[in-house]
C-alpha cells in the first residue's frame, strides 16, 4: 500500500492543481476533516481535498475523482459525502487509475494492487480485470463529462 506521506510533498498538490482541488496535510494525530469513512481515509470539504501522512494514495485519488466527476453545484456544496450514481462511482474509479499514471513509480498498476487491498469488489475479481475487460460504460461516461478524450487520456478538466 502507497501512503500519502511515501510521496514527495509536492506531488498531490500538483497532480490536483489543474482541477483547483487544494490538498491539505492534516496532522498524524488529528481527525482528518471531511473523511466520509474515517481513520486515515481522505476527506473532502468544497475545493480542499484533506489527508495524512498515514492516508492511502487510493483514497486521496479517489476522493479527488469525487471532486473531479461530480458537477459544479455539487461542488459547491460539497462537505464529507460525494454522493453520485452507479455510473458516476465507476467513473470515478477508472478515472482514478489514469491519475495513478502520473504519480511516479505508482502507476494504474500500483493504483490497482492497492484498491484490491482495501477491499474495492469488481464484478470480475480485481481492479485491473474490470479496467481491462469491463469498464466500457465507465470510460463512455468519462468522455461524455469531458473528463478523458476518446483515447483514454485525461483531459484535465472538471466536470460540468
Given at each position: 500500500?502507497?501512503?500519502?506521506?511515501?510521496?514527495?510533498?509536492t506531488?498531490?498538490?500538483?497532480l490536483?492543481r489543474p482541477y483547483?482541488l487544494h490538498v491539505v496535510?492534516?496532522?498524524i494525530?488529528?481527525s482528518?476533516?471531511g473523511s466520509?469513512?474515517g481513520?486515515?481515509?481522505a476527506?473532502l470539504?468544497?475545493?480542499?481535498l484533506?489527508v495524512r501522512?498515514?492516508?492511502?494514495?487510493?483514497?486521496?485519488?479517489h476522493?479527488?475523482?469525487?471532486y473531479?466527476?461530480?458537477d459544479?453545484?455539487?461542488r459547491r456544496?460539497?462537505h464529507t459525502d460525494?454522493?453520485?450514481d452507479?455510473l458516476?462511482?465507476?467513473?470515478?474509479?477508472?478515472l482514478?487509475?489514469?491519475?495513478?499514471?502520473?504519480?511516479?513509480?505508482y502507476?494504474?498498476h500500483?493504483m490497482?494492487?492497492?484498491?484490491?487491498?482495501?477491499?474495492?469488489?469488481?464484478?470480475?475479481?480485481s481492479s485491473?480485470?474490470w479496467?481491462?475487460?469491463?469498464?466500457e460504460d465507465a470510460?463512455?461516461?468519462?468522455?461524455r463529462s469531458g473528463?478523458i478524450?476518446?483515447?483514454?487520456?485525461?483531459?484535465w478538466?472538471?466536470?460540468q
Amino acid at each position: 500500500m502507497l501512503f500519502c506521506g511515501q510521496l514527495p510533498t509536492t506531488t498531490l498538490a500538483l497532480l490536483l492543481r489543474p482541477y483547483d482541488l487544494h490538498v491539505v496535510v492534516t496532522p498524524i494525530c488529528e481527525s482528518i476533516p471531511g473523511s466520509y469513512w474515517g481513520d486515515s481515509e481522505a476527506g473532502l470539504i468544497g475545493n480542499t481535498l484533506y489527508v495524512r501522512d498515514d492516508t492511502p494514495v487510493h483514497s486521496a485519488l479517489h476522493e479527488a475523482c469525487h471532486y473531479i466527476c461530480m458537477d459544479a453545484a455539487r461542488r459547491r456544496q460539497l462537505h464529507t459525502d460525494a454522493g453520485g450514481d452507479y455510473l458516476e462511482e465507476n467513473g470515478v474509479c477508472y478515472l482514478q487509475m489514469l491519475l495513478a499514471d502520473h504519480v511516479l513509480d505508482y502507476g494504474r498498476h500500483g493504483m490497482q494492487r492497492d484498491m484490491d487491498a482495501w477491499g474495492y469488489s469488481f464484478r470480475l475479481g480485481s481492479s485491473r480485470r474490470w479496467f481491462e475487460e469491463d469498464a466500457e460504460d465507465a470510460k463512455h461516461w468519462l468522455v461524455r463529462s469531458g473528463l478523458i478524450t476518446a483515447n483514454g487520456q485525461v483531459s484535465w478538466a472538471l466536470r460540468q
